[in-house]
């Protein structure tokens, strides 16, 4: 079994910063595509960004410029670099990684998410 598990989350003024980690864990064989989604109040969970195994990245309009997506491989580590926030950048946040298991092919995980509140 695979377990991603987010952390950073937290409580930012308006304009501020905040780098969110997501690690995965388990019988892991490889991972391939990385990414992070969110769902703000009262919205579907929309995508962030995502990150392929050779560190090519895509963003969703809404936060390309201001956010950043790396990873760390030997880690088996996904990190979202978030700059300028705003309210509307309210969220969970989730990881979201496909991983090759030592039994399974390549299947998708989830994390449980993470608290980003964009506040004053």
């Known amino acids: 079994q695979v377990q991603l598990a987010e952390s950073g989350g937290g409580l930012v003024q308006p304009g501020g910063s905040l780098r969110l980690s997501c690690a995965a864990s388990?019988?892991?064989?490889?991972?391939?595509?990385m990414g992070w989604y969110r769902r703000a109040p009262g919205k579907e969970r929309e995508l962030v960004g995502t990150i392929g195994t050779f560190g090519i990245t895509n963003y969703a309009d809404a936060v390309r410029g201001r956010f950043t997506i790396s990873r760390d491989n030997a880690k088996n580590t996904v990190y979202l670099q978030m700059s300028s926030l705003n309210t509307e950048d309210t969220a969970v946040y989730y990881c979201n990684a496909f991983v090759a298991t030592m039994t399974r092919p390549f299947s998708e995980y989830w994390g449980r998410g993470t608290q980003v509140t964009v506040s004053s």
């Open positions: 388990g019988s892991i064989r490889t991972i391939g595509a």
